[in-house]
């Protein structure tokens, strides 16, 4: 059974920063994309990052510059660095995977999702 665990969140200024962590596990599990996706309070979860094995990457424009998305393929773990952050990124953020090449801003071809954490920032 594949699990994806997040963690990293919490309370953070304005302008400051946070790394999060999503951890795979699962019998043989190797995740071919890996993405980061983000709800925020009453709107409809939306694409953040995304990071293939080859080490291609993909970002949303609201985030280009400020975040870094990596992966350590040994450990089957994806880093999200997000620095100098903003009121408007506070949102539960998911990381999601799949085996697969998947197109990386569509929620629906990911096969596996964690449970989210939680991102706060204050201004």
């Known amino acids: 059974q594949v699990q994806l665990v997040e963690s990293g969140g919490g309370l953070v200024q304005a302008g400051g920063s946070l790394r999060l962590s999503c951890a795979a596990s699962?019998?043989?599990?190797?995740?071919?994309?890996v993405g980061w996706f983000r709800r925020a309070p009453g709107k409809e979860r939306e694409f953040v990052a995304t990071?293939?094995?080859?080490?291609?990457?993909n970002y949303a424009d609201s985030v280009k510059g400020r975040f870094t998305i990596s992966r350590l393929n040994a450990e089957n773990t994806v880093y999200l660095q997000m620095n100098s952050l903003k009121p408007e990124d506070t949102a539960v953020y998911y990381c999601?995977?799949?085996?697969?090449?998947?197109?990386?801003?569509?929620?629906?071809?990911?096969?596996?999702w964690g449970q989210g954490t939680q991102v706060t920032v204050s201004s």
């Open positions: 999601a995977a799949d085996a697969r090449p998947v197109p990386y801003a569509v929620e629906s071809e990911y096969d596996f």
């Open positions: 990071i293939y094995r080859s080490g291609t990457t």
């Open positions: 699962g019998r043989a599990f190797r995740p071919y994309t």
